[in-house]
């Protein structure tokens, strides 16, 4: 069974940075596809960041040059580093993959970018 817990989040001030980290169980994030994505009440949830099984990335536009996405194989581990955080970057922050059709999330981690 699939299972991805993100962890990292909290409050921090304009400017400041976090680490998000999503720990899989049940797959193997070095040949999966996984991505983060973060939702605001009222709207989609939206892609942020995705790692691909080659090791490339892409970035939601708004996030390009602040965020980095990354992964530890040996930890089967997924990483949301956020520089530069600005208000409107805050939102409930997912870990995301695709096995066998299905897509699986996490439980969401809250990332509130206030003074």
């Known amino acids: 069974q699939v299972q991805l817990v993100e962890s990292g989040g909290g409050l921090v001030q304009p400017g400041g940075s976090l680490r998000l980290s999503c720990a899989a169980s049940?797959?193997?994030?070095?040949?999966?596809?996984m991505g983060w994505y973060r939702q605001v009440p009222g709207k989609q949830r939206a892609l942020v960041a995705a790692?691909?099984?080659?090791?490339?990335?892409t970035y939601a536009d708004s996030v390009k040059g602040r965020f980095t996405i990354s992964r530890d194989n040996a930890k089967n581990t997924v990483y949301l580093q956020m520089n530069g955080l600005k208000p409107e970057d805050t939102a409930v922050y997912y870990c995301?993959?695709?096995?066998?059709?299905?897509?699986?999330w996490g439980q969401g981690t809250q990332v509130t970018v206030s003074s």
């Open positions: 790692i691909f099984p080659g090791g490339s990335t």
């Open positions: 049940g797959i193997i994030v070095g040949i999966n596809t």
């Open positions: 995301n993959t695709r096995s066998l059709g299905n897509a699986y």
